[in-house]
């Protein structure tokens, strides 16, 4: 049995955890490699990093020789995900989902 989650995959998007800048670059790596072996291509400008609690001088994760961008929220299958763990922002973004679902459906219901 697994002691900690390592990845999460759905269809084309996958999230990397790493403890360490190092873990999460060999990581990294080693789906680049594994992708090429198998004629795939890990698009560096859609690849973005989140840090959480991470040293402001840490170096960079690379992809091909570029640095990967760094950003403090992103979406994963409908969920909003920030540094700040985004559980007001995930709701929010989820009530306004609903709120335009219940508009277009107003006119259905009359």
Same mark, same amino acid.
């Given at each position: 049995?697994?002691?900690k989650? !390592?990845? *999460? =995959?759905?269809?084309? &998007?996958?999230?990397? #955890?790493?403890?360490t800048?190092?873990?999460?670059q060999?990581?990294? !790596?080693a *789906? =680049?490699?594994q992708a &090429?072996?198998?004629? #795939? ?12 609690r991470?040293?402001p ?9 570029k ?5 403090t929220?992103?979406?994963?299958l409908?969920s ?10 995930d ?7 609903a709120?335009?679902?219940f ?5 259905v219901?009359?």
């Amino acid at each position: 049995m697994l002691e900690k989650l !390592e990845d *999460l =995959q759905f269809a084309d &998007d996958l999230v990397l #955890l790493s403890q360490t800048i190092t873990h999460a670059q060999k990581k990294f !790596e080693a *789906l =680049q490699e594994q992708a &090429d072996r198998i004629g #795939l291509k890990v698009n560096a400008s859609r690849t973005k990093e989140m840090r959480i609690r991470t040293p402001p001088n840490a170096r960079d994760i690379m992809c091909r020789g570029k640095a990967l961008q760094q950003v403090t929220v992103f979406a994963y299958l409908g969920s909003i995900v920030t540094t700040t763990r985004g559980t007001q922002e995930d709701v929010e973004a989820r009530y306004i989902k609903a709120q335009v679902a219940f508009s277009v459906l107003r006119p259905v219901w009359r």
